[in-house]
């Protein structure tokens, strides 16, 4: 129960705390990312000391200029108010392609021009023309193979995991997790049906997707979810609400994956049994719920298995990774969830760690608490993944009291 008395002091007692130095620097980050991501990979390419021919110097710095000028220009039409799809495509295309130019053009620019010092090679022009080709020819790989990537039906990783608690009825339960699609601008309605079909080759029992559906409200996306619908499971099939959801009116898209035959989770649990074992399978709102504003809307695990049994093993459904640390203290045997992609473009896995306590795969918590954190099936934002591939995962629960075949 929420306590909703005002224990606020009154204003003239209340003293806005001092904003660190560090939280200030943050807030002008939106302004300052943009121009390190173009500015840099700019000076090591055609400033560095190469002395390219003046007009492939203009030429270059014209590019960079209109990169640094019209990535956040189509961003903010392509996601602000306006919701332009075709403006978020380029948006979205830029920052990705800005992301990747910069780190090479860091790493390249230091490692390989330092070991071509080193071992003597070439005078400094040399140099500098052979680091900005490289970082090129790397940047230009990388895009390719990473939209290849982010475009393909992810790979099925497969994992045992053995749950102390579970009944010998339940060995061998197979849960399949996808998370993260992500249906956005670029039209990905055929990807959609090919991942579900992927699904139901798996014959799962029970089939979960842990939320951020799409990027968009469910009316505008609705062709690109409707597939979903066509997914099967012998028991059941849930759903939870990811932050994305809460961008973009999250009650829409419970109704709809409703209308389609999942069962959103929401702060509640339904009980799956087999054999005479039982386990709880609950499901929690988005941490971000919490501050949406919307009625009705919030992360309350203890809702979630109220009436459950406290002796049965639980499964729980939950977007953010974080949220384990409130799971572990519940007990939960299991939590899967998404929301980090693995990092999607390398090397942005060491921005997340900072947020997340797993990027990637199965982790322990407390003293019975196990998480899995998928990479997510779709992508978002930037149509690239590099070294972060997307996954459909499919789970073998195992019993510790199953018998062992001959």
């Known amino acids: 129960m929420t306590d909703t008395s005002d224990t606020r002091p009154a204003d003239s007692a209340v003293r806005a705390p001092r904003r660190s130095v560090l939280h200030r620097l943050m807030s002008y980050l ?26 492939v110097t203009l030429v270059g710095t014209a590019l960079f200029v209109l990169g640094l000028i019209g990535m956040p220009l189509a961003m903010a039409r392509g996601h602000g108010r306006r919701q332009q799809d075709w403006a978020a495509i380029i948006g979205d295309t830029l920052l990705g392609t800005s992301w990747v130019l910069f780190t090479w053009s860091v790493l390249l620019g230091v490692l390989l021009r330092l070991a071509l010092t ?3 090679v070439g005078g400094s022009q040399d140099r500098a023309r052979m680091v900005s080709w490289a970082v090129l020819a790397v940047a230009g790989v990388l895009l390719t193979w990473g939209y290849a990537e982010a475009r393909r039906v992810p790979r099925v990783r497969r994992l045992d995991l053995q749950l102390p608690r579970l009944g010998a009825g339940l060995d061998g339960l197979r ?26 080759d798996l014959e799962a029992d029970l089939v979960c997707h842990t939320g951020d559906i799409a990027d968009g409200t469910a009316e505008r996306r609705r062709a690109q979810a409707v597939p979903l619908g066509t997914v099967r499971a012998t028991e059941a099939r849930v759903y939870v609400t990811g932050n994305h959801e809460y961008y973009s009116e999250a009650q829409g898209w419970v109704d709809l994956m409703d209308e389609l035959g999942w069962q959103p989770l929401r702060n509640r649990h339904l009980l799956l049994e087999r054999a005479g074992d039982t386990l709880v399978v609950a499901g929690v709102d988005d941490v971000t719920a ?7 809307h919030g992360a309350h695990l203890a809702g979630a298995l109220n009436g459950a049994d406290p002796e049965l093993p639980v499964l729980l459904l939950a977007h953010q990774p974080k949220f384990v640390d409130r799971a572990a203290a519940a007990g939960v045997d299991l939590q899967l969830s998404g929301h980090t992609h693995g990092g999607q473009i390398w090397p942005f896995h060491h ?31 930037p149509p690239f993944r590099v070294f972060a591939p997307s996954e459909i995962t499919l789970l073998v629960l195992r019993s510790p009291n199953a018998p062992t075949s001959a």
């Open 30 to 55: 939106p302004l300052i990312a943009p121009v390190l991501l173009w500015t840099v990979p700019c000076w090591v390419l055609l400033y560095g000391g190469q002395h390219w021919p003046l007009p």
């Open 118 to 120: 080193v071992a003597g």
């Open 175 to 200: 849960v399949v997790l996808i998370t993260d699609t992500h249906y956005g601008p670029l039209d990905r309605a055929r990807w959609s049906a090919r991942v579900c079909e992927t699904v139901n």
């Open 290 to 296: 919490e501050s949406s504003g919307l009625a009705g």
């Open 351 to 381: 921005l997340v760690r900072l947020d997340q306590p797993a990027l990637a795969g199965l982790s322990h918590h407390g003293p019975r608490t196990l998480l899995y954190t998928s990479r997510g099936t779709g992508f978002w934002g």
